[in-house]
């Protein structure tokens, strides 16, 4: 009687031990706990806000017609974007599409977007800070320099467009 009960207590151990250290490895707060996809090949897609926050206030109206195009390659400096802020534009003008570079930061638990302004030949960087990274939901947020906190819910499109 004994034996039997160790035998049947110690896999329910093994897999409680297993399980917490793999919940302790999630790296983002809101998750994904496990992914089959490296996270370059996550973040790579045509994404779509489908929420955005600004100092809590939902301020999604103002990106409908927005879309972000993030290419992935395995070359960290070539890394590419291009952000289409109205999508119902029937030729490219200076804006639109911005486009820039993206890159992992610190760990790869933040990410970094650098705009290119081609009118006046610059460029401004922004650090997020990444809360969920899964194939299909990427949640950003960061403050900026007037002090506003602002989220986004980015959403890939699985369909080409």
Not at 22 to 50: E, H, I, M, N
Not at 102 to 114: G, M
Not at 128 to 147: A, H, P
Request: net charge negative; proline share 3%.
């Amino acid at each position: 009687m004994e034996a039997s009960f160790t035998r049947t207590r110690i896999p329910v151990m093994l897999l409680v031990a297993i399980l917490s250290v793999l919940t302790a490895c999630s790296k983002y707060d809101d998750g994904p706990f496990l992914s089959l996809y490296s996270k370059g090949a996550r973040v790579g897609g045509k994404w779509t806000f489908s929420r955005v926050y600004v100092d809590g206030a939902d301020s999604t109206e103002r990106f409908y017609s927005q879309r972000i195009d993030f290419v992935f390659t395995r070359e960290e400096e070539e890394n590419l974007f291009l952000w289409y802020t109205n999508l119902a534009a029937t030729a490219p003008t200076p804006d639109n599409p911005r486009m820039g570079r993206w890159a992992f930061i610190a760990d790869k638990d933040s990410f970094q977007l650098t705009i290119y302004d081609r009118i006046v030949m610059d460029s401004v960087s922004e650090h997020w800070k990444i809360n969920r990274l899964s194939y299909t939901d990427f949640w950003l947020e960061r403050t900026n320099e007037q002090g506003h906190f602002i989220e986004w819910k980015l959403f890939k499109s699985l369909y080409a467009y």
